[in-house]
């Protein structure tokens, strides 16, 4: 395993919860145990294609910064960190719950502590 490795796995996380936020909204925000209204759905399919674009970036930054990719990995191990931060908020106010929510913490959480450890040397 390397950082490289971890920026497309990130990449292809941020598929998956893109192709959840664009094509299954009513899904993907009902899991998370909020009720699909048409408002929720919009904002649902915007965050659908941020997570598309941030894919697309975590994708292309191993290639593209060459020399500074241990600095770019903290900067994303510390955007890991703020999500998870904002999404265990959600969950113990009980503003989300279920899968998505579970699911992303865990997931958002080994990631982060992946580019923390893989960019500290």
Do not use: C
């Not at 899904?27 to 674009?53: D, H, K, V």
Request: zero cysteines.
């Amino acid at each position: 395993m390397n950082l490289r490795n971890i920026f497309k796995g990130y990449a292809v996380l941020g598929i998956l919860n893109a192709i959840g936020g664009l094509f299954f909204t009513a899904s993907f925000l009902g899991s998370a145990g909020w009720t699909p209204t048409p408002e929720l759905i919009t904002l649902g399919q915007f965050m659908g294609m941020t997570f598309l674009i941030i894919a697309i970036w975590s994708w292309r930054i191993p290639d593209i910064v060459g020399d500074a990719l241990n600095s770019m990995g903290m900067l994303w191990a510390l955007g890991g960190l703020l999500w998870v931060v904002i999404i265990a908020f959600h969950i113990i106010t009980g503003a989300a719950a279920g899968a998505t929510a579970y699911v992303n913490i865990v997931l958002t959480g080994l990631f982060a502590a992946g580019f923390y450890f893989y960019s500290k040397n």
